[in-house]
């Protein structure tokens, strides 16, 4: 997944009434989250065989740092048979 502008990590609920919806906004960019490198996470000490991985659709998203992260996630979770669940967030 690619993203044309940095996606921000502050959400801001904007209160709606009558027929208008509340909005939230999200707003990631420049977050620790963000900025986290895959080195940091040693998935042999994060995930245990029967373990599952599950990730959100809209994660990889965030910055190219944590794209790669679910990458080494998701190989770390084919070599060793951990089961992974992907919520798409299709409306």
Known sequence: MY???????VNYNIPGSDIRNTNVVYDRAFSAFSLSQPSEYHWENI???GDVFYFSGVTPAVSKYVEDTVRSALKYCKENDIQVICEKNVV
């Open 3 to 9: 993203c044309r502008r940095p996606v921000r990590w």
């Open 47 to 49: 995930l245990e065989p």
